[in-house]
């Protein structure tokens, strides 16, 4: 069964203060690995995709990489309105119908 | 462009009572995915339709179902409703095959 394993739980930065949030996973054929942002109440919103090992995208102050066994996301001198859940799900080759999700990173970004 | 739009956005019901849920994809969409987030969790796979044919199905049980309808709209149905089944219920379109997911802003299930 797939196994999406994200760490820390939760992080407390100083604004400006860089970061990196870690998940790891165990998966049959890695189809796709996904970063979604969480706000309190809200649906996921859609980050990135990755796909093969060495693999990277930025959005501003976020940056995603891939490797075999796990991801990153790196928070660059963060701002209070990055403070979110952060979700990292993955897919299947067998299980292409299905994203399997880890618990989540909270982020609190403090002023 | 309107996003993923679920109905309605918070529900109270009672132990043993029906529910059912409701989901509009972008426009041009094919695929709909359910999804159960608990407090504190990542969100569970339910099931996931396309072209109005299921195509897999979470370990729920069968108190839970779900269809799609010819305009690629999707009902979410859970019946005898137990405590345990307050969540976030997120719904999810995706364009044909590919797999990024883009998430509605979830209906808030409560049951007392």
């Known amino acids: 069964e797939d196994q999406v394993t994200q760490s820390p739980e939760a992080l407390r930065l100083q604004e400006g203060e860089s970061s990196s949030l870690n998940c790891s996973y165990t998966?049959?054929?890695?189809?796709?690995l996904f970063w979604y942002r969480q706000d309190p109440g809200k649906g996921p919103e859609f980050l990135f995709t990755l796909y093969s090992a060495g693999e990277e995208k930025e959005k501003e102050r976020l940056k995603a990489t891939l490797t075999k066994k796990e991801s990153f996301l790196h928070i660059t001198a963060p701002k209070p309105e990055d403070s979110a859940t952060y979700l990292c799900a993955v897919q299947a080759g067998d299980n292409d119908y299905k994203l399997s999700f880890g618990a989540g990173t909270t982020v609190t970004v403090r002023a | 462009d309107a996003g993923v739009t679920q109905s309605p956005t918070h529900l109270i019901k009672t132990r043993g009572q029906h529910v059912t849920l409701r989901c509009s994809p972008i426009s041009g969409h094919k695929s709909v995915s359910w999804y159960q987030q608990v407090l504190g969790q990542g969100p569970q796979f339910i099931f996931q339709y396309y072209e109005k044919e299921e195509r897999g199905r979470g370990n729920f049980p069968d108190r839970f179902s779900a269809r799609q309808f010819p305009n690629y709209s999707s009902e979410l149905n859970v019946n005898a409703l137990l405590l345990g089944d307050s969540a976030l219920y997120l719904c999810a379109s995706s364009f044909n095959h590919n797999p990024e997911a883009f998430f509605g802003q979830g209906t808030r299930l409560t049951v007392v």
């Open positions: 998966v049959s054929g890695l189809r796709g």
